[in-house]
């Protein structure tokens, strides 16, 4: 199993930055991807950024497209999401989430909040 726990989370004002990290701990065997989701009130979990665990592959959703940026530093059992150019949609609750094997594991979340 994969615990998972993020830091980085806050309030920012509209344009400026904050980055996400979240450590892993447990068994890295088998896993394949690591990625943000973020919730905000009233919606649904969407799909923010992922990472395959070479790096090679990476994914975002069209709404952050330019303005964040996943990483992940294996060594560390880290992923990191720079978070630039925030707007107050991009406020929610960011979960951390690892794909091992067949499972997905998620951490308790951050929240980011943007005021306008």
């Known amino acids: 199993q994969v615990q998972l726990v993020e830091s980085g989370g806050g309030l920012a004002q509209a344009g400026g930055s904050l980055r996400l990290s979240c450590t892993a701990s447990g068994s890295r065997l088998g896993i394949t991807m690591m990625g943000w989701y973020r919730q905000a009130p009233g919606k649904q979990r969407e799909l923010v950024a992922q990472i395959s665990w070479s790096g090679d592959t990476t994914n975002y959703a069209d709404s952050v497209k330019g303005r964040f940026t996943i990483s992940r530093d294996n060594a560390k059992n880290t992923v990191s999401l720079q978070m630039n150019s925030l707007k107050p949609e991009d406020t929610a609750v960011y979960y951390c989430?690892?794909?091992?094997?067949?499972?997905?594991?998620w951490g308790q979340g951050t929240q980011v909040t943007v005021s306008s």
């Open positions: 989430t690892v794909r091992q094997y067949y499972n997905n594991y």
